[in-house]
């Protein structure tokens, strides 16, 4: 199943902070944490000490553990990658790659006794994941994870995370990919602190329409807020977003009548096979509805891109069925305006295919 992650940085916050914020995300479902040894300057026996004791109390609320590392952190640290014992003295489950090997030394990193997952960094659309199965790893312990971009404009282009991600899913390994919380005084592991998004899109839009985008994707197995801390007003929006169907913030009409709002609100949506350019289609309703008079309430002279509508008895056969515009069309006057989509979620209609399952949120 998908599942939401946070992220934590030992030497950037207290560590009264950072258990606070995990007993926080544990209400709120996170499974995974994701942390980082790339930029911190201690020894061996610090790290040891400090991180232990976090990883231990984030073990106990159930969190999975994947630390970032790269090969310069093995030498600093006297760390060979045929003995991965000190990342089980510091309790994670795994460790994350951000710069690999030749991939003969990744491959045989997923045979280590300890059962530690080796992560491999998504963002780079190289054959560097073909050479490692070549060498075939265990698979069961083997996955991925894109970078995040603390620079503004820096993040990844839409089409080209697609083709990075499509080289794990081919091999069916498990992804993961970052979202960045719009806290004002948030950080990530960088003195740059202009949001920490996978997607350059992502980065000034709110964290539930973010990983709205990442459920519309698909491909994407862990959501990972990448910085710290996701305000309580962020976490209150998390909660609603179903990680398992695209799933819309919709503003109704103020007076829907009942079935109508039954309709928008209470059913699993499915987008007709037989595709259209002009607009999404539910036709499920209209069987179930069969035989309820739909009467005429809201019917504007113009449908706009993003309205929702449920026929009118007036069309017939067609009575309950419900449709979102995919652009501006005239009513004939026997379509009702139930309803219409968030503006910042409008561009996930883009996303909807045939066949797909979706549901609505009223806001």
């Not at 491959?107 to 997952?117: D, Q």
């Not at 499920?284 to 706009?304: D, E, M, S």
Request: hydrophobic share 35%.
């Amino acid at each position: 199943m998908r599942q939401l992650g946070l992220s934590i940085y030992p030497e950037k916050s207290k560590k009264e902070d950072i258990f606070r914020y995990l007993e926080i995300g544990s209400k709120y479902n996170c499974k995974r944490i994701f942390t980082c040894l790339l930029s911190i300057n201690k020894s061996k026996e610090e790290i040891i000490d400090e991180f232990k004791e976090i990883h231990t109390y984030a073990k106990k609320l159930g969190y999975e553990i994947i630390v970032d590392i790269a090969p310069s952190v093995f030498s600093k640290l006297d760390i060979s990658y045929q003995d991965l014992s000190f990342f089980q003295q510091i309790n994670v489950d795994g460790l994350r790659l951000d710069v690999g090997f030749s991939g003969n030394e990744e491959a045989l990193m997923t045979y280590n006794p300890y059962g530690l997952k080796i992560e491999i960094n998504m963002s780079n659309n190289v054959a560097t994941l073909d050479t490692i199965m070549d060498y075939q790893p265990n698979e069961y312990l083997l996955c991925g994870c894109h970078n995040f971009y603390p620079h503004a404009y820096s993040g990844l282009e839409e089409d080209y995370f697609i083709n990075c991600t499509k080289r794990f899913k081919k091999y069916g390994l498990r992804t993961a990919a970052f979202v960045t919380s719009q806290c004002e005084e948030g950080f990530g592991p960088w003195p740059v602190t202009q949001g920490l998004p996978t997607l350059e899109k992502h980065r000034f839009l709110p964290i539930d329409v973010q990983i709205k985008h990442f459920v519309a994707l698909g491909g994407i197995d862990d959501i990972l807020v990448s910085n710290c801390y996701v305000t309580a007003e962020e976490w209150q929006k998390i909660e609603k977003v179903r990680l398992d169907v695209l799933n819309f913030n919709v503003q109704l009409h103020s007076n829907l009548p009942e079935i109508e709002r039954k309709i928008v609100l209470n059913e699993l949506h499915i987008n007709r096979g037989d595709k259209s350019a002009n607009m999404i289609r539910s036709s499920q309703p209209r069987f179930k509805y069969k035989g309820h008079h739909f009467a005429l309430f809201n019917t504007p002279a113009l449908i706009k891109r993003g309205d929702i509508v449920v026929e009118s008895s007036e069309y017939g056969h067609y009575a309950g069925e419900l449709q979102i515009a995919l652009k501006d069309m005239e009513n004939s006057g026997k379509s009702n305006v139930v309803g219409r989509i968030v503006k910042q979620e409008l561009f996930l209609l883009d996303y909807l295919k045939p066949w797909q399952k979706f549901i609505f949120t009223e806001e």
